[in-house]
Nanobody, 119 residues
């Protein structure tokens, strides 16, 4: 499966962005899809995941109540709606796919999209 992330940009603190991850190559049935982020001084960290069917979600504590992960099954696209953005959310955001549904390994990754939040 090929993943293409987009939607990053520059936004002021308190603002919003929506990231997209378009998947091609096969059906995502049974997959867990995830968003991760990384800054130069930190290891890549988990942000949110969604089980493609039936759409169960899981979030890192630091984004709960601010970010929403969802998918459009017909478009084979996953989204991350990010609200109330903070300067510490600045990072390169990556989408990833786990075909096993076990959420312990993600062999498929998209290229990152930069999110910069100015304070």
């Amino acid at each position: 499966v090929q993943l293409q992330a987009s939607g990053g940009g520059l936004v002021q603190a308190g603002g919003s962005l929506r990231l997209s991850c378009a998947a091609s190559g096969r059906s995502l049935s049974g997959y867990i899809m995830g968003w991760f982020r990384q800054t130069p001084d930190k290891e890549r960290e988990f942000v949110a995941t969604i089980r493609w069917t039936p759409g169960a979600t899981h979030y890192a504590d630091f984004v709960k109540g601010r970010f929403t992960i969802f998918r459009d099954e017909a478009e084979n696209t996953m989204y991350l709606q990010m609200n109330s953005l903070r300067s510490e959310d600045t990072a390169v955001y990556y989408c990833a796919a786990d075909p096993t549904g076990l959420s312990n390994e993600y062999p498929y990754w998209g290229e990152g999209t930069q999110v910069t939040v100015s304070s």
